[in-house]
T-cell receptor, first 111, second 114 residues
Framework: GENVEQHPSTLSVQEGDSAVIKCTYS??????FPWYKQELGKRPQLIID?????GEKKDQRIAVTLNKTAKHFSLHITETQPEDSAVYFC??????????FGKGTRLHILP | EPEVTQTPSHQVTQMGQEVILRCVPI?????FYWYRQILGQKVEFLVS????????KSEIFDDQFSVERPDGSNFTLKIRSTKLEDSAMYFC????????????FGNGTRLTVT
């Protein structure tokens, strides 16, 4: 089955700097890769997603890149702000029903 | 914007008791899911449900667990004979379609087994 590895587990960046979170997946049939942001005590919320037919997608300060050959995808947050502090989960969606999540990255934005 | 709703927000139960966690998925969604998140850990898949039957389940979803869609709106997770290690946040989610459809999560039910 699908296996998703996510790095780093914790990331601290200065406010205004960029943050990059990386994930790898194992099932080459996976075709959909969402990213979720989870604030403390709240539900995971979809922030951006990418499908396997594109290599990059951007939404304001957030971008995701996908390298299908290498089976890895990354989340990029530019000009980080205090409200970006949260846990971020990558996920991969193989052809069956279950999205598989990474273990999460706790992002701290330092003042 | 329509939301997935879950009740209760917090459930405390004694070991060995049965609990039912309730969810109301988004009305036009067709796929329903339960996920579990032990404190500080990743979100783990439990089960997916489509067309009134389980379509996929994980190794976590053993005979202790069952799901039901008793009417046109509710989707429930039953845990029989709860164990201490069942303590976690349980998230219901729904999606409009299958592969490649975003999941919409509820706010979760925090289950505490004592």
């Amino acid at each position: 089955g699908e296996n998703v590895e996510q790095h780093p587990s914790t990331l601290s960046v200065q406010e205004g700097d960029s943050a990059v979170i990386k994930c790898t997946y194992s099932d080459s049939a996976s075709n959909y890769f969402p990213w979720y942001k989870q604030e403390l005590g709240k539900r995971p919320q979809l922030i951006i997603d990418i499908r396997s037919n594109v290599g990059e997608k951007k939404d304001q300060r957030i971008a995701v890149t996908l390298n299908k050959t290498a089976k890895h995808f990354s989340l990029h947050i530019t000009e980080t702000q205090p409200e970006d502090s949260a846990v971020y989960f990558c996920a991969a969606f193989p052809l069956d029903d279950k999205i598989i999540f990474g273990k999460g990255t706790r992002l701290h934005i330092l003042p | 914007e329509p939301e997935v709703t879950q009740t209760p927000s917090h459930q405390v139960t004694q070991m060995g008791q049965e609990v039912i966690l309730r969810c109301v998925p988004i009305s036009n969604h067709l796929y329903f899911y339960w996920y579990r998140q032990i404190l500080g850990q990743k979100v783990e898949f439990l089960v997916s449900f489509y067309n009134n039957e389980i379509s996929e389940k994980s190794e976590i979803f053993d005979d202790q667990f069952s799901v039901e869609r008793p009417d046109g709106s509710n989707f429930t997770l039953k845990i029989r004979s709860t164990k201490l290690e069942d303590s976690a946040m349980y998230f219901c989610a729904s999606s409009l379609g299958h592969s490649g459809s975003p999941l919409h999560f509820g706010n979760g039910t925090r289950l505490t087994v004592t």
